[in-house]
């Protein structure tokens, strides 16, 4: 009985120190923080691949992802605050190893840091990488993409069984069709910033869309007043309510009143419509179409940061997120557009909606400070015309 008794004990406490080997074995992996911004429909696909990443029995080994991110339109110090102040403070081994955002967002962080904040990324330790068919970026070779984001026209297909097809088609359905159309203030979201920069950059050599020089604004006088009369030319025809027009705030805003039958179309990100639809909260009738030329879109992906703390386990982390499993759940999670080849993605949910979403024709936007610019001047010659 003693002997037993002594066996079960050898055995437990054999158990117990293979248990604590793999438990050390898994502590001694380096943990990758990830810090992004934007909507939580971001956040909860980052999360969601994260998940898959510390799951898997071979990315595992190399690291642990931890995401951290700032919500937009909440009081928390923005991303690029937090990496300028640590930037000038001298820090070089922070938690900061990657950064997820879009492309037209990398300038603004690059103002506040430095030219060469961003590591080279050496494509060759990422095993994905021939995946990806979109390698070209405003970038360069210090971004690896891994969604897409583009704005779209969604319309209630009910209603409007022709969509406009040109800018011109579109202003003028806006004048034939008074209070049925909206965009949101373009201080507050991405779909009617975009509607902004079109009117604008439609009038401009494409290079000015990837180019912060000032000059596309001060020497292009003439095109920026012409977008701006546009933009005041249709005010009286948009949304109103209370006998005065409002333009909704965020992006959000707009595909609510959308939803609700106040409006017929309106500018709005592929993603969160397709998303929405799924939940129910946008009807089967909403569609989605592009115009010529199409409004502004980007890339979101990865940078690796010099002040981070380890790169090689950031670079494993990038690759498992441009993997077609990880590409598969963030279609899944988010509706977002697959960097990928979207024919090789297994367990799509609306798989047959990816075709809403062809990115073939995206316009890159990447400017810098003049963003605000735009932004400025919206509120004080047309924001102001609805007060």
Known sequence: ????????????????????????????VPTVTMWGNGGQEVRDGLQAIADAYNADPEYSKKAKVEVQFVVSGTNEQSLPDRLAAAYKAGETDTDFDLVVTDDSAISQILGVTAPDFFEKIDTSKLSNYDNLVFKDNVIGDTFIPYRGTAVYLAYNS?????????????????????????????????????FVCNQIYDQLPDEAMTSADESWETDHTEEWDNAFKKLADIHQYLYQTGGSVQYPMKNQGALDLLAMNEIDMTPAFANMVLAQKAMGTLP?????????????GAL???????????KEAALSVIDFYISNEAQAIDWNKMYATPVVDPTKLEGLDH????????????RFLAIGDIATDIRTRWADEIGVLAQ
Do not use: H
């Open 284 to 296: 089967e009738n909403i569609k989605l179409t592009q115009i010529d030329k199409p409004f502004m």
């Open 351 to 362: 798989s047959d909606w990816i075709e809403q979403v062809n990115m073939d024709s995206l």
């Open 158 to 194: 009910d209603v409007v069984p022709e969509p406009p097809k040109t800018s011109d088609e579109l202003f003028q359905w806006i004048k034939d069709n008074p209070g049925r159309f909206a965009y949101c203030d373009p201080s507050t979201g991405g779909s009617g910033y975009s």
């Open 1 to 28: 009985m003693k002997r037993r008794m002594w066996v079960r004990t050898a055995l437990f406490a054999a158990g117990m120190t293979m248990m604590s080997a793999c438990a050390a074995m898994a502590d001694d």
């Open 300 to 310: 979101a992906g990865f940078t690796i940061p010099t002040i981070g703390s380890d």
